[in-house]
Structure formats: C-alpha cells, structure tokens
C-alpha cells in the first residue's frame, strides 16, 4: 500500500480551511412583530345590530410595506435596521382594528371586505404617518390615521383624525416594538368608540 506524502496531506488540509473561512457567515434574521389586538372594555354600551366591514388602509409606499419607517427630520424617511413587521404594516393595523372590534362581541358582523362582502356601514382609513420619530436623543412611535365611516357607495357619515404617540426606553427593536403597541393601543381604543357612536347615530338616520 502506498501513502501520500505528508506534505501533500498537509497542504490539501490547509487548503481545505482556508476555503471554508472564506465561506460567508450566516446572518441572523430579523425579528419580526405584529400589532396586538386591544382589550376593548364594553362598559354600558348595548350591543349593535348593524354589521361592519373593514376595508384595507390606504397609505403611501413610506408606509405600506413590512420595513419599519424611521423619520430622523421633517419629510426624512428611513427604516429600522434591526427589525421588521411581519406583514405589511397597514394589513397588520387592519388586523389588530378588525379582530379587537371582533372581540367585543358587540358587532353583529364585523371583519374586512372577505369576510363581510356586504355590511350596512364601512370603516376607511388612510395611514398619515407611521413611523418611529428620532429627535434630539428622543424617541417615540407616532401613528396617524384618517378614519370615515361610509355606506360603502360613497355616503360618508363621520370623519375624524386620531393621533397617538407613545415615547420609546430605546432603540432596541423589543423597546421600539413596546412603543408602537402602546400608541396603537390608545389610538385603537379611541377609534373603536368614535366607530360604535358615530355607526350607531348613522343607522338611526338611515
């Protein structure tokens, strides 16, 4: 039997390593977050026989997209490196909105266009701004929404603005995260009873 030579051994070997430390190192992913649903409280409010249909936020390409917006200054638009939405971040406000006005159980029928193809009144809402702010050391998530509730065929019954803002501890993506939740938080409950007030006043005009 034959050997090789060690010092044919050797440099295949050392060969081989100095392939595999050219290889890329792999990247770990990004964290990826959704909006969480809100505990609505009921309070006194009876529940509604009107049913409810959600369509799809409008919002601009800054916002409609799973990256995360960060605005450094006026009209400045970058995105959060360490971490990204799960979905594009105005599917995932429509979720969070549909599924906490759901949980109430005070809706006869509420859901987007697929779920509640025909409903008596429809929420349509335009994303003005969301985006983590960053100005001189400070942070914070701000979310604005246009809302107006129709009949679906261009009736418009109420329209309102809402603003939330919500400071962040950090820019870690778990602090930035907090921050967005703790605005959509306050908006959505704001937006949920403007929508049974305002939806209850249409249907007694209807």
């Given amino acids: 039997m034959k050997y090789a030579p060690r010092a044919f051994i050797l440099s295949v070997a050392l060969f081989t390593s100095a392939c595999v430390s050219l290889l890329p190192e792999t990247t770990p992913a990004k964290p990826r977050y959704h909006i969480s649903t809100v505990e609505l409280e009921p309070g006194s409010r009876a529940p509604v026989e009107w049913s409810l249909a959600i369509d799809d936020p409008r919002a601009t390409r800054a916002y409609d997209s799973t990256k995360i917006?960060?605005?450094?200054a006026p009209g400045k638009v970058e995105y959060f490196a360490n971490a990204e939405w799960a979905d594009r971040a105005p599917?995932?406000?429509?979720i969070a909105l549909t599924q906490s006005l759901e949980d109430t159980?005070?809706?006869?029928?509420?859901g987007?266009?697929?779920a509640v193809p025909i409903a008596d009144l429809v929420l349509q809402t335009d994303i003005r701004k969301l985006q983590l702010n960053?100005?001189?050391g400070e942070r914070?998530?701000?979310v604005s929404v246009f809302a107006r509730l129709t009949n679906g065929r261009g009736k418009v019954f109420a329209a309102k603005r809402f603003d939330a803002h919500a400071p962040t501890a950090s820019d870690t993506a778990d602090d930035v995260l907090n921050g967005f939740n703790s605005a959509f938080e306050n908006l959505i409950k704001e937006m949920s009873v403007w929508t049974f007030d305002e939806g209850s006043k249409a249907q007694v005009r209807s």
């Fill in 69 to 72: 917006a960060v605005s450094t």
């Fill in 140 to 142: 914070s998530a701000d």
């Fill in 134 to 136: 960053v100005r001189n």
């Fill in 91 to 94: 599917r995932l406000f429509q």
């Fill in 112 to 114: 987007d266009r697929h």
């Fill in 105 to 110: 159980g005070q809706i006869l029928s509420v």
